[in-house]
């Protein structure tokens, strides 16, 4: 039995009943309602890659406007959109990135084990939905961080079961519509895995060369795009950074401090990260924190860096809630989401533009509690049981339907 199977138990995971689901359903269906009422071409962000699509079927180059930072398979990926009329785009695509949203959750949930039909996994997703601001500023925005908030768990859940060809085939074809997902490369690289790593690499290398072929500047991403980042962007994309690279030059910190800073950081990070992998402590905690904890390292230096992006690692975290020896179980983990709760008001930080302020604290307290968390459990002796969940040498566990069912109550 895995570490994660010891402590599932109690209220949280006993069935949900009916009252919760229509409680969870309100919200969401809340949530994507609002945004199809506001917004036009499915929200800002979206706006701007079916832009870029219309752009490019008019002959232009998506690349013309700064703020696409998306490699050129998405400009063949948003093709399909730019055809739509603007109105039936402003309700399916909240759908949709709810929708991504939900599954991200439901994977998650299953990489640690934990069933759907439980209460936890109804008020879960109630809590990420009602009071985790970023969930609804993601649908709001339409922006395709979505596809990697559904990515991560799935690609996990798959590397968890020891498909790790299929888990960086998912990983690859997300990073192929946005390159977010692109550090958990490095959690092949720790797994020793090379033949997932070489699939998650050249899915979109081949899908960004065979689009660029058909666009008018088959190199723009190389020669204008990544320019734009490198110099970190424009005034507009700068106030709403939440990276301390970004940050800290807002306040007075010279832009070299800074750098050391950030850089300092995510060196750190990636070195628990790498200690949590190479722990004796297997099993779906282990994946989930290794790879939660790159990414983090990755936000607090790469350019740009959005308060949405946390839901690509919350969610996997705060899924393992029912697991013994959870990061999400210790109080340094809340406390990191304070800033984030809707409602509550920050004295100076409730103007939009400084917004950026509150996420950066988010996201330094998240990656300061992971790594903590990951140099401390790998320093521990294994507890009885734990990691035993069939492990391979790439930290892959096995658990079949019969020892879940027998775990849990529920295999579903």
Not at 81 to 100: D, F, H, Y
Not at 229 to 244: I, K, N, W
Not at 281 to 291: I, K, N, S
Not at 373 to 382: D, E, L, T, Y
Request: aromatic content about 8%; proline content about 7%.
């Amino acid at each position: 039995m895995s570490e994660c199977k010891s402590d599932i138990s109690g209220w949280l995971v006993r069935r949900a009943s009916w009252h919760l689901w229509v409680a969870l359903g309100a919200v969401l269906g809340a949530v994507a309602a609002r945004t199809a009422r506001v917004t036009s071409d499915g929200g800002m962000d979206n706006a701007i890659v079916v832009r870029a699509a219309r752009v490019w079927l008019a002959g232009g180059s998506p690349y013309d406007d700064p703020h696409f930072l998306y490699l050129p398979s998405a400009v063949l990926a948003a093709a399909p959109q730019a055809a739509a009329p603007r109105g039936v785009l402003s309700v399916l695509v909240p759908l949709a990135v709810t929708g991504c949203l939900v599954g991200g959750w439901v994977c998650a949930l299953r990489l640690h084990g934990v069933g759907l039909r439980t209460r936890f996994a109804a008020l879960g997703l109630t809590a990420l939905a009602a009071g985790f601001a970023p969930f609804a500023h993601l649908v709001l925005l339409g922006n395709w961080t979505a596809t990697a908030a559904l990515a991560l768990p799935l690609g996990l859940l798959l590397a968890g079961r020891g498909r790790w060809v299929a888990a960086g085939a998912v990983f690859g074809a997300a990073v192929a519509l946005k390159p977010l997902l692109a550090p958990v490369g490095l959690l092949f690289v720790f797994a020793g895995r090379w033949r997932g790593l070489a699939v998650m690499a050249g899915v979109p290398v081949v899908a960004s060369a065979g689009a660029a072929l058909w666009l008018p500047d088959p190199g723009g991403f190389l020669t204008r795009t990544l320019p734009f980042l490198l110099r970190g962007g424009d005034g507009f994309v700068r106030l709403y950074e939440a990276s301390p690279l970004a940050v800290l030059p807002r306040t007075g910190v010279p832009e070299a401090v800074a750098a050391a800073f950030a850089f300092g950081m995510a060196g750190v990070g990636v070195g628990c990260a790498c200690r949590r992998w190479r722990s004796a402590r297997g099993g779906a905690l282990r994946l989930a924190e290794t790879a939660a904890m790159l990414l983090l390292s990755a936000f607090l230096v790469s350019r740009p860096s959005y308060d949405h992006y946390l839901l690509v690692v919350v969610p996997v975290l705060l899924a393992g809630v029912p697991c013994a020896g959870a990061v999400a179980r210790g109080p340094w983990f809340w406390l990191a989401l304070v800033p984030q709760m809707p409602g509550v008001t920050w004295p100076y930080l409730e103007a939009v533009q400084r917004r950026a302020f509150r996420d950066a604290v988010t996201l330094c307290g998240l990656a300061v509690t992971l790594a903590a968390h990951c140099w401390k459990i790998a320093g521990r002796a294994p507890s009885a049981g734990a990691g035993s969940g069939a492990a391979d040498p790439g930290g892959a566990f096995t658990l079949g339907v019969e020892q879940r069912a027998a775990a849990t109550g529920n295999p579903f």
